[in-house]
């Protein structure tokens, strides 16, 4: 398997849910990445980690918990949501060095509603 | 703080029309540009990229060059197919390291046969 692969697809939850995003990438990159993407709206870093390390987290509610327990895996754990909240999750990976120059690799996503 | 500005969209076309999306851009220092697209229920996939001044990205037809006087990246095509229908998105990067994009909301564009 090649890529930036983001499981489930889709996912339904209720506002007293726990629920967790997966994303493995297969390209060898030492860098992830969370963005949400929501309607009419420009997408929206929220998570960055480099070499396993969160470097960046923009000002995300607390509600929202990412986890990347090595180079290749970068979970987003949710709980206590609200509906809106509920948007397209996207993943993605780069290998960076000091230039910022390398493009992103995105995930499908996980298109988030909850209820 | 860095910003990008898209043409608001939907752009509808016929088939084997020019395309032009425009796309300005607001950064300090010398940012690298980009323009990604994504198709339906897919994430995005970079389309072409330029890292300095009058750098010229190009990728499956679509060219776009790195205006540093106008803070310009305006993607163009000669001849769109219907495949092409997607949704296409400005960035840049401050080249800080890791690469933090800034994206613009992103174009529409339906091509009809």
């Known amino acids: 398997e090649t890529g930036v692969t983001q499981t489930p697809r889709h996912l339904v939850m209720g506002m007293t849910n726990k629920k967790s995003l997966k994303c493995e990438q297969h390209?060898?990159?030492?860098?992830m990445y969370w963005y949400k993407q929501s309607a009419k709206k420009p997408l929206e870093l929220m998570f960055v980690?480099?070499?396993?390390?969160?470097?960046e987290n923009n000002s995300v509610p607390s509600r929202f918990s990412p986890e990347c327990p090595n180079s290749s895996h970068l979970f987003l754990h949710l709980h206590t949501l609200q509906p809106e909240d509920s948007a397209l999750y996207l993943c993605a990976s780069s290998q960076d060095g000091t230039d910022g120059h390398s493009p992103l690799h995105f995930g499908n996503g996980t298109r988030l509603t909850v209820t | 703080g860095n910003s990008v500005t898209q043409m608001e969209g939907p752009v509808t076309l016929s088939e084997e029309a020019f395309l032009t999306i425009n796309c300005t851009y607001t950064a300090t220092g010398y940012p690298s540009l980009f323009w990604y697209v994504q198709y339906p229920g897919e994430g995005l996939q970079l389309l072409l990229k330029?890292?300095?001044?009058?750098d010229k990205g190009s990728n499956k037809g679509f060219e776009a060059t790195y205006r540093k006087e106008t803070t310009s990246f305006h993607l163009e095509k000669g001849s769109v197919q219907v495949s092409d229908s997607a949704v296409y998105f400005c960035?840049?990067?401050?080249?800080?390291?890791?690469?933090?994009?800034?994206f613009g909301k992103g174009t529409m564009l339906l091509v009809s046969p």
């Open positions: 330029a890292t300095k001044a009058d």
């Open positions: 390209l060898g990159h030492n860098a």
């Open positions: 980690y480099s070499l396993e390390e969160r470097v």
């Open positions: 960035a840049l990067s401050d080249n800080s390291g890791y690469s933090t994009l800034t």
